[in-house]
């Protein structure tokens, strides 16, 4: 048997994995569910990125704590469009440039992974 500690989003997670091929499959099987949800968030802002040219991303991987920005506001280079929470910190995601908002790809309690396009702007 092998230990492993596997941190997801801030979580600890300490598995026992059994080598041989019944008991083996089990714990390596029910984790790849839970990241599983984890990664649709991510795919699906690619596929409404396109709404506006210029993306906004996230930063560090965590939740969306609050959306501060609404379709068809302007902004500016620097002001907050979406606050994530990650480790109980409050981070907020800030509008790469000037521009108006085309598209918010996230929704309040989404997780989302770093680098992932919350929104976009014109």
Do not use: R, W
């Amino acid at each position: 048997m092998k230990n492993y500690t596997i941190t997801v989003n801030g979580n600890v997670y300490d598995v026992t994995v059994e080598e041989g091929a019944g008991s083996g499959a089990a714990p390596v099987a029910k984790a790849a569910p839970k990241a599983a949800p984890k990664a649709a968030p991510a795919a699906a802002p690619k596929a409404s990125g396109n709404a506006g040219s210029i993306k906004v991303e996230a930063g560090a991987a965590g939740k969306v704590f609050k959306i501060e920005a609404n379709v068809g506001q302007a902004v500016k280079k620097g002001d907050a469009v979406v606050i994530i929470e990650a480790m109980k910190m409050e981070i907020p995601v800030v509008a790469p440039a000037d521009g108006t908002v085309a598209s918010i790809d996230v929704a309040v309690g989404d997780a989302v992974e770093a680098g992932a396009t919350l929104a976009t702007l014109n």
